[in-house]
């Protein structure tokens, strides 16, 4: 898929009324959603544009993942950013044969048969959704893949903020 058909899907999203709901269908692959992944949208600047680090498309299981988005936008705060978290999930729901979940204080995504998980696009159409569903300006997408089983000091890192965060916005509520 090209990087015109991510914005193309984008606006036509955009222009919808309706919810933005999960695709159904049985996962042929799932990346993250392990106990050691990590999502979390927080004011942070962190440069911009997209990195994905150390994806591996030949683990059987599911690889631990964290997904970061840090926005330097004036006025971004802990609570502001909670909206930007339930937004990345609309927008990788926008990609056809994706599915995003929220899974403790981190992210799984899941793939239909016949569709090849790629950590770029999901990116991509998270850059995108940001840029134009939020107006945001200034912000960094960060996907950090590590190997199963929690052996990722970075992931273990911001899970924790993620953790310490979410907590924050629960009690805030």
Known sequence: MAVS??????????????????????????VGGTPHSAFLAHPANKGAGVLVLGYDPDLTEPQDVGIEIAIADDGATDASTAVIEEGVIDAIN??????????????????????????????????????????????????????????????????GHAYDIHAARRSAT
């Open 5 to 30: 058909d991510v914005v193309q899907i984008v606006e036509q999203a955009l222009m919808r009324t309706e919810p933005i709901t999960a695709a159904q269908f049985e996962a042929s692959r799932r």
């Open 94 to 159: 926008l990609l056809p044969g994706y599915r995003a979940l929220r899974v403790s204080e981190g992210l799984a995504i899941e793939t239909a048969t016949g569709t090849e998980f790629d950590p770029d696009l999901v990116a991509g159409i998270i850059e995108a959704w940001l840029t134009r569903k939020y107006a945001l300006k200034a912000f960094a997408v960060r996907f950090i893949f590590g190997p199963p089983g929690g052996r990722s000091v970075a992931l273990r890192d911001l899970r």
